[in-house]
């Protein structure tokens, strides 16, 4: 097992996790506070357009780890489905003006599109634009989401479906985003991130609250839940990942905060539980 976290040169936190702030503001925020990388979020690039959003990054010194979200692949209609794959070209675009090196795939569910269905939508989607991916450097990170969300938002739903896809895209370009919170309680996580091995490109962190208040907005803290990160953390170092390690956390609570007293106690939950 790796030793703790003794220092923040890897510490990333995403934008969504301080949501309040303008995407100007995270930058000001984690620029005072040490952290040295960002994880971006569409929404908070919409008010300047992706060019002023890479100006302001590049200026700060941020190391921009990813751009979040891409996916929704799944419609029960092919118009839906094709507006689906340019918006995610969109998206590729953004992230390779932000200078973003992966963008984290939500892939998509319906409720009136049977899994077996969707998760073949999922594959033909990531097929389709995987080509402009590659044209633009950007890498696509297929992110398993908890089973409580296969109606609507992901019908991949574990590290054994996310890395199914990945070997039959077969390219380097395609691979998986862990993260703890959807996937800590799969017993075969280990073998699947054993299996992933070098297809990890992002790593994600926060905790699995007891009891959980609302599915959507009450992510705990590192250390507040009941998952086990530090194990989970050097499974995946024991298979070569040693990216910027992603706090994510969306929390009703959390964002009624002043944020940068968020910041600074994520830092002392990293410290302490990463």
């Given at each position: 097992m790796p030793d703790h976290m003794t220092d923040f040169s890897r510490l990333c936190i995403h934008t969504n996790t301080t949501k309040p702030w303008t995407l100007e503001q995270a930058i000001e925020g984690y620029g005072r506070a040490g952290v040295p990388g960002i994880t971006v979020w569409r929404q908070h690039i919409e008010p300047y357009g992706a060019k002023e959003a890479a100006r302001m990054l590049k200026a700060s010194g941020l190391k921009v780890v990813s751009l979040c979200r891409g996916g929704f692949f799944v419609a029960t209609g092919a118009v839906d489905r094709e507006k689906a794959r340019t918006d995610n070209r969109r998206v590729i675009d953004e992230a390779a003006e932000i200078g973003a090196p992966v963008v984290v795939l939500v892939c998509g569910a319906s409720p009136d599109v049977d899994l077996p269905m969707a998760r073949q939508q999922i594959l033909d989607g990531i097929h389709a634009v995987e080509p402009h991916a590659k044209a633009?450097?950007?890498?696509?990170?297929?992110?398993?989401?908890?089973?409580?969300?296969?109606?609507?938002?992901?019908?991949?739903?574990?590290?054994?479906?996310?890395?199914?896809?990945?070997?039959?895209?077969?390219?380097?370009?395609?691979?998986?985003?862990?993260?703890?919170?959807?996937?800590?309680?799969?017993?075969?996580?280990?073998?699947?991130?054993?299996?992933?091995?070098?297809?990890?490109?992002?790593?994600?962190?926060?905790?699995?609250?007891?009891?959980?208040?609302?599915?959507?907005?009450?992510?705990?803290?590192?250390?507040?839940?009941?998952?086990?990160?530090?194990?989970?953390?050097?499974?995946?170092?024991?298979?070569?990942?040693?990216?910027?390690?992603?706090?994510?956390?969306?929390?009703?609570?959390?964002?009624?905060?002043?944020?940068?007293?968020?910041?600074?106690?994520?830092?002392?939950?990293?410290?302490?539980?990463?």
């Open positions: 633009a450097g950007v890498k696509l990170a297929i992110e398993p989401l908890h089973p409580m969300y296969a109606d609507t938002r992901s019908a991949i739903n574990t590290l054994e479906q996310a890395n199914n896809l990945v070997t039959t895209l077969d390219s380097p370009w395609v691979g998986v985003c862990v993260d703890v919170y959807h996937c800590w309680w799969d017993p075969f996580l280990r073998a699947e991130i054993q299996r992933a091995g070098k297809s990890i490109f992002a790593f994600h962190v926060c905790d699995w609250r007891v009891p959980t208040r609302d599915l959507l907005n009450d992510r705990g803290m590192m250390g507040e839940g009941c998952v086990n990160i530090r194990e989970i953390r050097g499974w995946v170092e024991m298979v070569g990942f040693r990216g910027m390690i992603e706090v994510e956390i969306f929390s009703d609570q959390y964002w009624q905060w002043e944020q940068d007293r968020l910041v600074e106690r994520i830092k002392r939950a990293w410290l302490a539980e990463v």
